[in-house]
């Protein structure tokens, strides 16, 4: 039993984001719908209250509390990817309704702050050569998207 999971709070849309997440992750799941059995302070009872997920094997809790507290910068998703075409899928499904950001962020049609980073960015980041690493830090930050062939260029000088 994974014994931390993320409550990601939503205005009413808890159920609509779940299922979003659920076609653009792997391994996913949408595991538990939660009718409120009272009313509360977001809703009458009988409305979704919250909708419990899986994505990429992690657990996740969508919560229908109102619209109190937006999603800020302060709470981000990171997902690390394999090649080029996966940071592509995932940026156009996740960007779509949303908007880019910088430097492999976006956040997404609900405000939720994602970062798309290939693991060679990372891997090249912490490059054992300074001026290496120091190149391909400079390169991602003109970006908005990241693209691996041009962190690979600048790697190389």
Same mark, same amino acid.
């Given at each position: #039993?994974?014994? &931390?999971?993320?409550?990601? =709070?939503?205005?009413?849309?808890?159920?609509? @984001? *779940?299922?979003?997440?659920?076609?653009?992750?792997?391994?996913? /799941?949408?595991?538990?719908?939660?009718?409120?059995? *009272?009313? $509360?302070?977001?809703?009458? *009872? !009988?409305?979704?209250? $919250?909708?419990?997920?899986?994505? @990429? !094997? @992690?657990?996740? #809790?969508?919560?229908? !509390? %109102?619209?109190?507290?937006?999603?800020?910068?302060?709470?981000?998703?990171?997902?690390?990817?394999?090649?080029?075409?996966?940071?592509?899928?995932? =940026?156009? *499904?996740?960007?779509? %309704?949303? /908007?880019?950001?910088?430097?492999?962020?976006?956040?997404?049609?609900?405000?939720?702050? =994602?970062? &798309?980073?290939? @693991?060679?960015?990372?891997?090249?980041?912490?490059?054992?050569?300074?001026?290496?690493?120091?190149?391909?830090?400079?390169? #991602?930050?003109? #970006?908005?998207?990241?693209?691996?062939?041009?962190?690979?260029?600048?790697?190389? %000088?």
């Amino acid at each position: #039993m994974q014994k &931390i999971v993320p409550c990601l =709070w939503f205005d009413g849309d808890a159920e609509a @984001a *779940a299922q979003f997440y659920v076609s653009v992750f792997p391994a996913p /799941s949408l595991d538990r719908v939660l009718q409120s059995p *009272a009313d $509360t302070p977001s809703g009458p *009872a !009988g409305q979704v209250l $919250t909708v419990e997920f899986t994505l @990429a !094997g @992690a657990k996740y #809790m969508g919560l229908n !509390g %109102g619209p109190q507290h937006p999603f800020t910068e302060a709470v981000s998703f990171q997902i690390y990817c394999d090649d080029q075409s996966e940071v592509d899928r995932l =940026w156009a *499904a996740l960007a779509d %309704g949303g /908007s880019e950001v910088a430097s492999g962020w976006l956040k997404d049609r609900w405000g939720l702050s =994602w970062q &798309i980073f290939p @693991a060679r960015l990372i891997e090249l980041l912490n490059d054992p050569n300074p001026e290496r690493a120091r190149r391909v830090q400079e390169a #991602m930050m003109k #970006m908005v998207k990241i693209d691996i062939a041009e962190i690979e260029r600048a790697a190389k %000088g």
